[in-house]
Nanobody, 126 residues
Framework: QLQLVESGGGLVQPGGSLRLSCAAS????????IGWFRQVPGKEREGISC????????RYADSVKGRFTISRDDAKNTVYLQMDSLKPEDTADYYC???????????????????WGQGTRVTVSS
């Protein structure tokens, strides 16, 4: 059974950076695409990035494009989300999720993702 655990969240000032990690256990990640999602309590979940099982394709929501970078290190069974130039509107709970191999253009719906982590909170505030 694949289990995902997010880490790296915290409080950061506007313009700052954080790197989130999504560590897997139970199964190796190399057969899975990994997506990052975020949700503000009371609002809809937003799909913000995805990386295919090979790492050959990455996708980003317009809201984070140019500021966030997704990457994977299968040797460490971990996927990362580097977040730069953070804005107060990036404040949310961030989740990673696993899907079989691919990040389709509609990955942001989350419907193809079978495994989810518990989330890590990111707060961007001065």
């Amino acid at each position: 059974q694949l289990q995902l655990v997010e880490s790296g969240g915290g409080l950061v000032q506007p313009g700052g950076s954080l790197r989130l990690s999504c560590a897997a256990s139970g199964v190796t990640l190399d057969s899975y695409a990994i997506g990052w999602f975020r949700q503000v309590p009371g609002k809809e979940r937003e799909g913000i990035s995805c990386i295919t099982s090979t790492g050959g394709t990455t996708r980003y929501a317009d809201s984070v494009k140019g500021r966030f970078t997704i990457s994977r290190d299968d040797a460490k069974n971990t996927v990362y989300l580097q977040m730069d130039s953070l804005k107060p509107e990036d404040t949310a709970d961030y989740y990673c999720a696993a899907a079989p191999r691919f990040c389709g253009p509609y990955y942001y719906t989350g419907e193809l993702f079978d495994y989810w982590g518990q989330g890590t909170r990111v707060t961007v505030s001065s």
